[in-house]
């Protein structure tokens, strides 16, 4: 009888398969943050161009407009701090923003790789990345119009195909504007949480936004779970703050589960990446 139930076991063994071993968790993608603003000037072709070396896959951007509704590069509400010009982008012309040397701080001023480096408008920005591939991240850093989202839909879009690897990004408010305008562009709500607060899923997809994009200290695991069970994807920087800048931090947000990590040193970034990521406990 012993030896019956001993074979019967073995037999029930051989046919139930071992359950599979815990697969890794997936590396979210590294951004690199204005362009790669550690190693080359900021929100620039140069920037757009060092990127792939770092191994990151994608690239942020900051996007103003010329007085006549054009799209350029440039973070501030003045073109004061980056370039040798002076005023608000939106009371500049096209020709005059791109005439502008973007290299015009520490340390690039004296630096002659870069003297010709100019501010760059729509074509040449979304040139510069399509033949990087890398995914693009815009972030609207001024009150778009109508007439400025349809040209910036046209570089996207129309003249190099990019719009399903190009995320437009803004506060809720504007995503509904901007996507009244143009629906066919990908959309994504960023912000820093008032009081911990954050939307919704449902209120997210409702006005079109596929993602939202946190800083890393509001970012928690439950957070995330909460999101993609909603159908959000997960966007976290850790670019406020050098110290946030740590293998420590990009692994914790690897094992929170978000999708991608928006920093100013992608290089470093990946290389935290490159032996895998695995779950941390508040992610377990």
């Known amino acids: 009888m012993r030896r019956l139930l001993a074979a019967t076991a073995a037999l029930f063994c051989a046919l139930v398969p071992a359950p599979p071993a815990a697969a890794a968790a997936t590396c979210p ?25 770092t191994g990151a896959a994608g690239v942020e951007m900051d ?45 690039w001023k004296t ?10 408008y729509g074509n040449e920005f979304m040139a510069a990345t399509a033949d990087a ?19 910036l839909r046209i570089y996207v879009a ?13 506060p809720a408010a504007q995503v509904v504007a901007m996507r009244g305008w143009e ?5 994504a709500v960023i912000e820093y ?9 449902d209120y997210l997809r409702s006005i079109g936004a596929a993602a939202y994009v946190l800083p890393w200290t509001a970012v928690t695991a439950g957070l995330v779970g909460y999101l993609h069970a909603g159908g959000i994807r997960v966007y976290a920087w850790t670019s406020d703050r050098a110290e946030y800048e740590t293998a420590a931090t990009w692994q914790a947000l690897a094992g929170y ?10 290089a470093a970034a990946v290389a935290a990446y490159a032996a895998g990521c695995s779950s941390t406990p508040e992610a377990s």
């Open 29 to 53: 993608q590294v951004i690199a943050h204005r362009t790669l603003m550690t190693e080359r000037p900021e929100n620039t072709v140069a920037g757009i161009q060092a990127v792939p070396a």
């Open 63 to 107: 996007v103003q407009w010329s007085s006549s509704g054009f799209p350029v590069l440039m973070h501030d509400a003045t073109v004061d701090r980056t370039t040798n010009g002076t005023g608000a982008p939106g009371s500049l012309g096209l020709g005059q923003l791109t005439g502008l040397l973007a290299q015009d701080y520490a340390p």
């Open 111 to 120: 630096d002659p790789t870069y003297t010709h480096t100019h501010v760059p």
């Open 133 to 151: 591939d890398l995914d693009v991240v815009l972030d609207i850093h001024a009150t778009p119009t109508q007439l400025g989202m349809q040209r």
């Open 158 to 170: 129309d003249y190099h195909g990019w719009a399903g690897r190009t995320l437009v990004m803004a």
């Open 183 to 187: 629906a066919g562009l990908r959309y």
């Open 193 to 201: 949480p008032p009081g911990g607060r954050v939307y919704t899923p």
């Open 257 to 266: 589960g978000v999708d991608a990590v928006i920093t100013n040193e992608p």
